[in-house]
């Protein structure tokens, strides 16, 4: 059977709850069809570049899927039809991914930046040391020279 990678969005304000509902709604089209899922990810509410259909945000969903082009397209057709889906697309690919997307993986070092940050302030004191007027001691600047007397007022 064919292999799919397929990515849609839904409204940023059904819940988490309703999104993998219509996951479970989508597997049993594809299921019934003889096809399977092989990976779902959830990759959660993000911002959208530009407005659909007045939405600024969805919730993005992945779903690897290994089935007929008929189970795929009762699925597409019935993903038109449902208002809480904004947009999906569906790509034949020839194998499929076994291990994280970049996209959770993009989250698991954003997560991961997270706690060393918070880690490194409470090592290092309050603010950490870096950025605008950290705690840092920046040493003597030493002797800075003769500087030429300037005239700023227009007197010569």
Known sequence: MPL?????LARQDVTSQQVETMI???KGVIEQNGGRFEKIEMWGVKSLAYRIK???KAHFTLLNIDAPP???AEMERQMQISEDVLRFMTIRVEELEHEPSAMMQKRDRDDRKDRERGRRRDDEGFGG???FGGDRDRGDRGDRGDRPERNFGGEN
Not at 4 to 8: A, D, G, L, R, T
């Open 4 to 8: 799919y990678e397929h990515v849609f």
């Open 24 to 26: 479970e709604t989508y």
């Open 54 to 56: 007045k939405n600024r």
């Open 70 to 72: 008929a189970a795929m």
């Open 129 to 131: 040391g870096g950025g």
